[in-house]
């Protein structure tokens, strides 16, 4: 099952309650892609049996832990952030998604690879992952969380997509707003983040990580309609949120000055 959920903003879990709540979670920013908190790494965890071992690897990874209001109150590894049981309790982190279209403004979609923990083999948009704790990733301000999810997805786009970063420059890339969503992947496994929406408009070189990527495409907005309508077709829900909310609208404005009334909102999207 793959539909999302409504949010409800308790205002529960704050900086100094989080790391109670939640004992894998360290109430500090730790600036180290090592696991937080002393605990022990993903690798040989009991709940990451059988995955594919790269994956399991970048479990490791170090989240950023938010308030409902996208103030960061500590880090977590990427495995900690992603169980439901946590994610049931309200656990939430920062995330990214890039939306990138060539200079005929196609949008370049990517099927996920059958190897990921988290919505395997779906389609969805360019590239998604989060920004982490480490140096320039990790602003508070939103002016500074914008600069470092703009790294981040820099960062990604190399890693899934073999995009060069000379490519992807961070000046490129437009902030649009930020969608606060929760969805199950599999009952062990799902997303409850804050998600920057990124737009950049690009042409280039693609040479894709087959252990993120299973294949990609580049769609008009027609087509990528067309897609919506073919059942054995299977896309993400915050992909499906988006592209059924602004996506369409915000597509339409891409490469003009009006796109400019769409871009950074200050505003949290509560979806
Ligand atoms: C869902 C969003 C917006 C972020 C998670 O994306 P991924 O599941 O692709 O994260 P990575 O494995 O790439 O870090
Ligand atoms: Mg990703």
Redesign the pocket.
Known sequence: MSATTTISTTGTITADNVSTLFPDVNPSLALSVLPTNGHASARGAAELDGYDEEQVR?MDEVCIVLDENDRPIGSASKKTCHLMTNIDKGLLHR???VFLFDSKKRLLLQQRATE?I??PDMWTNTC???PLGIPGETGAELDAAILGVKRAAQR?LNH?LGIKPEQVPLDKFEFLTRIHYKAPSDGKWG?H?I?YILFIQSDVDVDVNLNEVRDTRYVTADELKQMFEQPDLKFTP?FKLICHSMLFEWWSHLGTATLGKYKGEKEIRRM
């Open positions: 970048l995330a990214f998604s990921k988290t919505f998604c992952s989060h990604k899934e997303e983040e998600d915050w």
